[in-house]
Every structure is written in structure tokens, then in C-alpha cells.
């Protein structure tokens, strides 16, 4: 059964799509069997699967509940990976992508309305779980669109760590491949590397269960 994982923020214009875009090409092409359930009707994953002939993940969209839990019984058992990307308002559809996933990603900028969409969807994460017997086990907030040496990065992290909110280790800086790879279908350069290192420092840290199995020594 694969792993589902959702990018949630109430806040629009965080990285959630460009996080499950960069996240699905990244572990295909590494062999994982990788499926983007694309429930924002503003279709920004299901244009970037179109950007390339041939991607190395699976896309489908959906509207609804029904839809959803449809989607995940067919092509749950035959992926590693399910990625659900979300619209950037609370839906309907959120309490309900939350209870249905294992690892929760909620990208934030280091900017004030960001991070307060960022607390109020860990909020919400938190009382799915509550009400749903631990699921999703595992919650993320991620930084986006950070500049390192910016003093606005230092303080928003501060404030998330001091509130005892799950902010990872490791987040996606801002960087022109990030925009250039909905036009160029990959993400190139430090994009590139950007994404290599959250993914595989995930992987170590065992927040992303799949890993490549590695090369047999004949
Ligand atoms: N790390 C980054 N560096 C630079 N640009 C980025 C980065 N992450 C996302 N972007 C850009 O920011 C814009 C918004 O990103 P994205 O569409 O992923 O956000 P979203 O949270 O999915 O938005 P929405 O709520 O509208 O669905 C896009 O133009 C994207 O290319
Ligand atoms: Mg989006």
C-alpha cells in the first residue's frame, strides 16, 4: 500500500503544488511507482504532468470525498507513493485529505500571513488526528520561498519552533527553477539540488518511506 502524502495550507501561493510537483518527479525518476491526486480545480499539477510527453509519474483529478477515497482504493495498492495536492482555501475536501493521509506537508514563506495559515492548518491536522485514532501520524511544516540570510527567515523559524510547531529540518529556499519548471516540465539547477537534499534528507529521517533499494554488488 503506498504512502499518502498531502500538502495542506489555507494560504494560496505557499509551494504546496510546486512541493508535490517537484516531490513526484523527483522519486520517479528514482524508480518509485509515484501517483499525484491533483484536488485543487485550479489543475496546477495535472498542467505540469501535460508539460513533458512523458513524465515519470502517474496524475489523476478529483472534486470530492467520494472521489477521493475512490482514487486511493483503485490506485492505493499499486503505487509506493500517492502525492494530494490541495486548493489554498479549508475546503470541504480538507478535514477529509487529512484523515487519509500518513505524513501531512504544510509548506509556509517565512512571512506573517503564511505562517498564521501555516498555525491554523497544523490546527485543524492536529484535531484530524485526534478524531481519527493518530492518522495522519506524521506532520511537517516545510519553508518555502526562504532567502537564508533574510532576518524575517530567523524570526518566523523562531516563532515556529517556540510554539512547538513541526517545522523540518530542511525546506525549499526561493529559487528561479521553482518557476521554470512549469514552463520546462523539470526542475533544473539549484531547484534541482534544492529538492535532491529535502528528499533525501527525508528518507533518512524516515518521513518519506520509500527509498531506492540499493544496487546489488555482482
Ligand atoms: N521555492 C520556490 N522558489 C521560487 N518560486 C517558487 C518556490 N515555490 C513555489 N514557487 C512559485 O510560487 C508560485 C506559487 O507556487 P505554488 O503554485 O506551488 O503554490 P500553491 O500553494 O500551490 O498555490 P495555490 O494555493 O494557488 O494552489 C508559483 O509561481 C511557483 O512557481
Ligand atoms: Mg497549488
Not at 9 to 20: F, H, I, M
Not at 75 to 82: A, E, F, I, K, T
Request: aromatic residues 6%.
Amino acid at each position: 500500500m503506498a504512502q499518502v502524502i498531502s500538502a495542506l495550507q489555507q494560504k494560496g501561493g505557499v509551494g504546496k503544488s510546486t512541493l508535490v510537483c517537484g516531490i513526484a518527479y523527483l522519486l520517479g525518476r528514482q524508480g518509485a511507482k509515484v501517483l499525484i491526486v491533483d484536488a485543487d480545480r485550479q489543475g496546477t499539477c495535472v498542467a505540469y504532468h501535460d508539460t513533458a510527453e512523458k513524465q515519470p509519474f502517474n496524475i489523476t483529478a478529483v472534486t470530492d470525498e467520494a472521489g477521493l477515497r475512490n482514487v486511493l482504493a483503485t490506485y492505493g495498492p499499486d503505487h509506493d507513493l500517492v502525492l494530494i495536492d490541495t486548493p489554498g482555501i479549508e475546503s470541504q475536501l480538507t478535514a477529509h485529505v487529512a484523515a487519509s493521509s500518513d505524513l501531512v506537508l504544510i509548506p509556509s514563506t517565512p512571512s506573517q500571513p503564511d505562517a498564521i495559515g501555516a498555525s491554523r492548518t497544523w490546527s485543524l491536522v492536529e484535531r484530524v488526528r485526534a478524531a481519527n485514532g493518530g492518522r495522519p501520524r506524521d506532520v511537517q511544516i516545510i519553508l518555502t520561498k526562504f532567502h537564508h540570510k533574510a532576518r524575517i527567515t530567523a524570526r518566523i523559524t523562531e516563532a515556529f519552533l517556540g510554539h512547538g510547531m513541526p517545522l523540518y529540518t530542511h525546506g525549499l529556499q526561493e529559487l528561479t527553477g521553482f518557476k521554470e519548471m512549469y514552463s520546462t516540465g523539470v526542475p533544473t539547477g539549484a531547484a534541482a539540488g534544492a529538492l535532491q537534499f529535502l528528499v533525501a534528507q527525508m528518507q533518512r529521517d524516515g518521513v518519506i518511506t520509500w527509498s531506492r533499494a540499493p544496487e546489488s554488488c555482482q
